[in-house]
């Protein structure tokens, strides 16, 4: 509660108004606070991606990405899923719509030879759009 003297001698009066001082801090506090923990909270797989010259495409707003690692095994998103489970897992992820586009990302410690096995195990379930993701190479000056 703040008091106000006034010019009438000794009569106190309360002021009715808020004090919003603490609140922008405490605001500002867990601003900062999500703007460092939101880019920490995204879940990534660790992949050693090959750089490309490629032009920068761009990319739907819910992409649906296949991950094989280093040692061979593969991810839908997030999700590890067998070979045998892949085109079931593709499915769920796409909702039955088999002309998305898949975006297919391989370590760089993967032979050429074993994504090609993949491509051919999406080809079968019926995935013909497949798009390869690199990182963006650039370029010295």
């Known amino acids: 509660m703040a008091i106000r ?61 296949l991950t094989v690692k280093a040692d061979l095994s593969l991810a839908v998103g997030d999700d590890a899923v067998s070979r045998d489970a892949l085109a079931a897992a593709l499915d769920a992820a796409s909702r039955g719509h088999r002309d998305e586009r898949i975006f297919l990302r391989a370590d760089r410690a993967v032979s050429y030879g074993d994504i090609m096995q993949v491509m051919n195990a999406l080809r079968a379930a019926g995935y013909l759009k497949v798009a390869l993701v690199g990182l963006e190479q650039r370029e010295a000056k």
Request: aromatic fraction near 6%; proline fraction near 10%.
């Open 5 to 65: 003297l006034g010019h009438h001698g000794d009569e106190f009066a309360e002021t009715h108004e808020i004090n919003v001082t603490p609140f922008i801090d405490v605001i500002l506090v867990l601003l900062i606070i999500f703007m460092i923990a939101a880019p920490l909270a995204t879940v990534d797989l660790p992949v050693d991606l090959p750089s490309s010259t490629a032009e920068r495409q761009s990319r739907p707003d819910q992409p649906i990405f």
